[in-house]
């Protein structure tokens, strides 16, 4: 079979964990014999790069050197990458193309990707796809105020749509100019998303993110130790406020042990705040600010008692949770986004309400207070990993959703 991946970016340079796993599927399906090619970006490639000859970097991201989006050259950008898109569906001519994230990029390809009439398979493992269609550059274009009364007007020149004035008629139409034959999602959190927006996915499947969970040291002994950690960047997002408070309350109940040790992943961007609010609530000689690199990591979680994920950014399919069962540490878990379909409260994991100090002490405590110290959750957290995550195993299931859309055909509507 020959793919196109389409990828906003892709390994090297050093990317996210969504273009890692992009990189390790090709590379197990060239195993299996597919010729696979790859077109992405050239963001944060440079000179030295040593270029495998599958991979091309043609693609123009619209996002600033620091990765943010960017509003500048939006019309320039789509039109070129339009061009290389073609180009290079020209040189390949693939049978299936495997769209992954495509943040960075517009509707306006998007919908070029449509029109090809050529099969396509989405790979949807985070908000990429929702994002793209909501609050594109392109779509704002239709919401200008100027245009407001002409859409109210004339229903049938509102070809976007807007969330906040038009609720019905945006999304609607949105979601009636495409058809997903071949998409499947990495949570079922995610896939409802699709589903309460109007765009019929039902017959989606869900797949699961794999990651290389044998790397990681696993825990063997569990004391009396109460050594939290806590993994994430120091911003509202991951919520590291949530964990300290909750700590706080713990030691306020007289808790004499345990200690909190908070990790950075991105660095210590953020942390002044943090050091604050600890030196605040006097605790100092209880919690700890350092960071954690990708390659530490794979020892550090099986140095501590219990994972303390309070993240409130409804990740579809988080990782850093995953990361602890596969060192087989157990979890405590706020309640939002996929981890629910992660983690069973009381089973491999507990779970917490969201933003809940309280409930988030609670669940601690009734940790601190198993005869076993979590080895059960520990076990089970790891049972999970390595049942469910195997990555030969779910590439299987992605090889299938692409020979799946040779036979489907093309049904697309623009």
Known sequence: MKILVISNQYPPPSCGPYETRCHAVVDVLRKRNHDVQVLTSDFGA???????????????????SDGTLSGDNARHLDKANTTILREELMRTAPDVVHVWSMRGLSYVFLMQLQKLKIPIVYDVSDTWLIDLLNYDKFVGWWNRPARKKRLFRNRRSCQHGSSHLLPNI???IVAKRFHWPSIYFCSNYLKNIMLERGHAVENAPVIQCFFEFNRYQHKNEYGKSEKLMWVGDFSDKHDPATAIQAFHNLVNKGNKYATLHLYGENGLKGAEIVHQRIQQLGLEERVFVQTLDSVEQNEVYAEHDALIFTSVCEDPFPMIPLYAMAARLPVIVARNGGAPEIVKDDFNGLTFKTGDALDLEQKIATLFGMRDHGAILGRNGLDFVQRSLKKDEIVGQIEECLLQALTLGVDYTI
């Open 170 to 172: 945006g999304r609607n």
């Open 46 to 64: 440079t000179s030295d790069l040593i270029e495998e000859q599958h991979v091309h970097r043609k693609l123009k991201l619209n996002i600033d």
